[in-house]
């Protein structure tokens, strides 16, 4: 849009209407608006509590209700309503399907909700309505709050300046590594996996006693994450620790199983533990349909005999069957084996987002701890300097107890005179003044003269640590030893995801495991691929989409690999039995493979194993190239001849022979196959001189058979070439009578 568009000129800013704005300006300004709200309030987590507004939020609200870990449940619907009305003014399904996730053993590695009712399963259920299901906090959450009364975090005014909210939550918890996180913002996106309660409390103790700690070292503590559904760790150590340096990377996942021996030498496989945010009946869909599909072809059954504990049953076609192998061609085709990837894209303190590695994470958190433990010390020691002011007045009040009751009973003005009198300050005197006659007995003297020993020895000790930093750091070793003690220990704490190692050496030719079929391959003209059972005639009739007819068909098995040569100079290779399959239109080959429209494919053909081709392009230049080098399972193909602009491939012929015959659009030539490179990439060497015209056609052949085109219904052979035969390079001679007026060879 033209910068020079502008709103309608209206009333000035100050008259309550509008200015006049550049267009792009105000779209730029607006969207930067809308970016950072999304990116530091909804999307990235904490660094130092873990948490994303919504959850921060929702837990203090919860704490607000009283729904510590002893007390009762309380309806979802009510904290819900409680966290819209007062913090989060967003929708009420949202925040409840936060609330629902932070309860769910299956997806938070340690629950920041406890549940009462349905609140769905690893199934991919949903959780029961609102109304019906209820809530409260749990210890881990219960951690991540202590001390929020104790100004350990600042506030904000909410929304409607109504409340007061936490920036960030005390967390004496290590919750953004502990429970993970996902998100994806503008720009940006967060993915975090969980982690060890217990393995995480460890590194940090190391971090604290050695701030300078390596990555090595911290790992040595952590082997890696722990997932809440358990799992195999199939990922090397190289690969783990490039990614806890960076920040970035990922982590592959296995399912966990066993094989279980039956009668007469026959077994099943089971698997007792699925990769992490996986569905188990979508899993269980996707093998049943890869079985219909005849993909799967060394399992015969699977069967679901799960209760709350996962165990999928896996049923081998043969007791032949190699347990490993099955179970390989079942990781490789099905999720039973996934990558969660990692990105520690988090805020910092700073609220400023950040890609950090393990060793940042980890330190942002202790530092958080420390400025925790400093504010919540100066804030006791504020108490108990208030506390001691007032002791010290009661014993004033005990040592000149007849003189402080005349002068209660005698004074008009009772406060002041004991202020005169006693050097009392307005705080002491008003606490005397509010003192009942029964704390005047000598025994509450004594409870008195105890307390004020009390907090006088802790108020020593405060000073003490906000005095030293490695008493500090002592205390935070200290905490982080509770912590682990509490959640590293027990059924929470236990690890769940077994560490491994890389990938097992499991050798599996994956098509040895499909189905040998014959089949027919067709390309229309427009671009549409399928394949046809059994290997049809040349005149079998055909349907296409109308206006579309055939372009290319070939003959091949389910198990072959077919290689396609496009006019952009890039090959692709389809695996056969990926093929679409039936009668219908197929599907769109640029759907498969990465090719645009303006590219078309100039030949298709079975790869062999030693066979060579013959490459060339319509400028004239081509060489020959291994069938190996046009292999390339990937949708983005592979460029192997390069093609200058404007002009494109055009010849793609097996190397079949001794001699090359070009022709162009009014030559043909005839040279030694020798005279051609051998090449794996580039523009090859000029066939044939252009001086207009382009290059048409080439074959390879053997001279003592003769050139063979196609005539009519039939085929023509040449056997005297001496008109035609030259050096590579060469003008040639006109073609002989009877060829094809558009100089191809067609056989």
């Known amino acids: 849009m033209p910068d020079d568009i502008r709103t309608p000129p209206t009333a000035s800013p100050d008259d309550g209407g509008s200015r006049d704005t550049n267009l792009a300006d105000a779209l730029s300004e607006r969207y930067l608006a809308y970016a950072l709200s999304t990116i530091v309030s909804r999307s990235l987590p904490d660094v130092r509590d873990g948490l994303k507004p919504v959850h921060r939020r929702l837990l203090y609200a919860m704490h607000q209700l009283k729904l510590d870990p002893a007390a009762g449940f309380k309806k979802c619907a009510r904290i819900v309503g409680d966290v819209m009305g007062k913090y989060h003014p967003h929708g009420d399904s949202s925040i409840y399907e936060a609330l629902v996730r932070q309860a769910q053993d299956f997806a938070a590695r340690y629950p920041l909700v406890e549940g009462q009712g349905n609140f769905g399963n690893i199934d991919g259920d949903n959780a029961a309505a609102m109304r019906y299901t209820e809530a409260r906090l749990t210890e881990v959450a219960q951690a991540l709050l202590e001390g929020i009364e104790e100004n350990a975090v600042d506030f904000r005014p909410t929304y409607d300046g109504e409340e007061k909210e936490p920036l960030v939550l005390p967390a004496a918890f290590p919750n953004l590594l502990a429970n993970g996180a996902a998100g994806i913002a503008v720009g940006m996106a967060t993915s975090i996996p969980p982690h060890n309660a217990g393995e995480l409390c460890a590194a940090a103790l190391e971090l604290v006693r050695d701030p300078d700690a390596s990555l090595d070292t911290l790992l040595k503590h952590l082997p890696g994450p722990d997932f809440p559904t358990g799992g195999i760790l199939v990922e090397s150590r190289d690969a783990i620790r490039e990614a806890y340096a960076t920040g970035r990377g990922g982590f592959r996942i296995r399912a966990k199983w066993e094989v279980e021996k039956l009668k007469n030498g026959t077994f099943q496989v089971v698997v007792t533990e699925i990769p992490y945010q996986v569905q188990k009946s979508r899993l269980i869909e996707q093998i049943a349909q890869l079985m219909e599909e005849k993909k799967l072809p060394l399992l015969g059954d699977v069967r679901d005999e799960s209760t709350d504990v996962v165990r999928l049953v896996l049923e081998p076609k043969a007791r032949t069957v190699d347990p490993a192998v099955m179970m390989e061609t079942l990781f490789r085709a099905t999720a039973l084996e996934s990558r969660f990837p990692l990105n520690m894209n988090v805020l910092d303190a700073d609220r400023t987002p950040r890609v950090m590695g393990l060793k940042q994470v980890l330190r942002a958190w202790l530092d958080h701890r420390h400025v925790v433990l400093i504010r919540r010390t100066e804030h006791r020691l504020a108490a108990i300097a ?69 907090l006088s020895a802790e108020q020593k000790k405060l000073q003490g640590l906000l005095k030293s930093e490695k008493a500090r750091w002592d205390a935070i070793a200290e905490e982080l030893a509770a912590t682990k003690a509490k959640f590293g220990d027990g059924a929470l704490g236990k690890r769940r995801t077994t560490p491994g190692a890389a990938l097992p050496e499991v050798a599996v030719d994956e098509m040895a495991f499909v189905e040998k079929e014959p089949i027919t391959v067709i390309l229309s003209e427009k671009g549409w691929i399928r394949a046809q059972k059994g290997h049809l005639p040349a005149d079998a009739e055909l349907r296409f989409k109308e206006g579309d007819s055939l372009h290319l068909a070939l003959h091949a098995m389910t198990t072959d690999r077919i290689v396609l040569f496009a006019t952009n100079g890039r090959a692709f290779t389809l695996k056969a039995d990926a093929i679409p399959r039936g009668r219908g239109d197929g599907q769109p080959l640029r759907l498969m493979v990465d090719m645009t429209n303006e590219d078309a494919v100039v030949a298709m053909f079975v790869h062999q194993d030693g066979a060579k081709w013959l490459l060339a392009a319509s400028d004239g230049k081509g060489f020959v190239a291994k069938g190996e080098e046009l292999l390339a399972e990937k949708r983005t193909g592979k460029q192997v001849l390069v093609v200058e602009a404007g002009k494109e491939a055009c010849v793609c012929a097996p190397v079949e022979g001794d001699n090359v015959a070009v022709t162009t659009d009014a030559r043909l030539l005839v040279f030694p196959l020798d005279q051609v490179p051998e090449m794996t990439r580039g523009r090859g060497v000029q066939l044939i001189a252009l001086k207009d015209g382009e290059l048409k056609d080439a074959k390879v052949f053997l001279l003592k058979e003769g050139l063979a085109w196609r005539y009519g219904s039939g085929v023509r052979v040449e056997t005297d070439l001496r008109t035609w035969r030259g050096q590579r390079a060469g003008a040639g001679k006109a073609p002989p009578t009877g060829f094809p007026r558009n100089r191809r060879f067609g056989a």
């Open 386 to 454: 208030r506390r001691l002011e007032i002791l010290d007045g009661y014993l004033i009040v005990y040592l000149n107890l007849d003189e402080v009751i005349r002068i209660v009973r005698e004074e008009d003005k009772p406060k002041e005179a004991l202020m005169a009198a006693f050097s009392l300050t307005e705080v002491q005197a008003n606490a005397i003044l509010d003192m009942r006659l029964r704390a005047l007995r000598k025994l509450e003297e004594m409870e008195i003269r105890k307390e004020h020993k009390k």
